[in-house]
């Protein structure tokens, strides 16, 4: 089992140097994986590869981006470039995404998430697998007049899905390696996220996926005052159908309910639940909202775990 932590990215604050920085602290840590999110500032394919180049021995990911408003040549592209500055230690995570950023950011109809899903897949397979593609679905195209692969782009990017869902469970067991489920506590991941994209690999004849799921958490002498802030942090998740369906399926009412913090045991405690419940990886999310001294000690449990 492997552990990583997420570094945030969404601020306004937070310098190239600086995440280069923390991701240090991470691997003095113990930390194995480090994963940048994508929102409309950093590309985190980009900063993503500036931090492994400059950290050796660290993996890095992208966590996740969105398949809309985004095409599987370029996509391709940004991973192989980014899996070759780094030696061969980056994940690609892509996403659905949501209504509010296809139609309200993008300008783009959310139709037929997961058939896109499918499609981006398939293209994305043909070409971190063969440097090629020749495509032609129903919502995308995809040729490859020109080389499309990157020299040092090796071995193939591993390709994880950010899916929780049963239609895109099952599309990610058939064409991903894993997947990168968030606010998805034990129950839900044994119950119901593992067994069906685990089924979809098996009848494809893949490996068993990856199960990389992601918690929000913190090591805090003082749960009380962090609970309000990951109260806060955390309400946009609970306007999303997909995350309001997950964490009711987690046996929970609000995503904030899945925020693992406490002492020292109450994380190691809570990493071993999610090992039980099938997850191969276990990513720490919002360590940052206790300071610096609770973020560092976090990731110092989390290394010792590693």
């Known amino acids: 089992m492997t552990v990583g932590v997420t570094l945030d990215t969404s601020g306004s604050n937070l310098?190239?140097?600086?995440?280069?920085?923390?991701?240090?602290e991470a691997r003095a840590s113990g930390i194995t994986s480090l994963w940048f999110g994508q929102t409309l500032g950093f590309d985190s394919p980009m900063v993503a590869?500036?931090?492994?180049?400059?950290v050796p021995d660290i993996h890095v990911g992208t966590s996740a981006i969105p398949v809309f408003g985004r095409?599987?040549?370029f996509v391709a592209s940004q991973a192989q470039t980014a899996q070759?500055?780094?030696g061969g230690r980056y994940h690609l995570g892509l996403a659905l995404g949501t209504k509010l950023l296809a139609e309200g950011a993008l300008g783009l109809p959310f139709e037929r998430p997961v058939g896109r899903l499918r499609e981006f897949l398939t293209v994305l397979r043909q070409l971190l697998d063969t440097g090629e593609a020749d495509f032609e679905g129903e919502l995308i195209t995809?040729?490859?007049?020109?080389p499309a692969r990157v020299p040092g782009a090796t071995p193939p990017v591993p390709l994880l899905v950010a899916a929780m869902g049963p239609q895109a469970l099952r599309v990610s067991g058939r064409l991903a390696d894993g997947i990168l489920p968030y606010l998805a506590g034990p129950r839900a991941l044994e119950e119901h996220i593992v067994p069906e994209v685990t089924r979809a690999a098996e009848e494809a004849g893949?490996?068993?996926?990856?199960?990389?799921?992601?918690?929000?958490?913190?090591v805090t002498r003082d749960p009380d005052?962090?609970?309000?802030?990951?109260h806060e942090r955390l309400s946009f998740y609970a306007q999303i159908p997909s995350y309001a369906r997950v964490v009711e399926l987690s046996g929970h009412s609000h995503p904030a309910e899945l925020a693992v913090v406490g002492d020292e045991k109450n994380l190691v405690d809570a990493v071993r639940r999610y090992r039980d419940a099938g997850a191969t990886d276990v990513?720490?999310?919002?360590?940052?909202?206790?300071?610096?001294?609770?973020?560092?000690?976090?990731?110092e449990v989390l290394g010792e775990l590693a």
């Open 15 to 24: 310098l190239i140097d600086d995440a280069v920085r923390q991701a240090r």
């Open 49 to 54: 590869a500036l931090v492994g180049s400059a």
């Open 71 to 73: 095409h599987p040549l």
């Open 84 to 86: 070759a500055a780094t």
């Open 142 to 146: 995809a040729k490859t007049p020109l």
């Open 206 to 218: 893949r490996p068993a996926p990856r199960i990389v799921a992601f918690v929000p958490g913190v």
């Open 225 to 230: 005052a962090l609970r309000p802030r990951l």
């Open 283 to 299: 990513v720490l999310g919002s360590t940052e909202v206790g300071g610096d001294d609770a973020r560092l000690r976090t990731w």
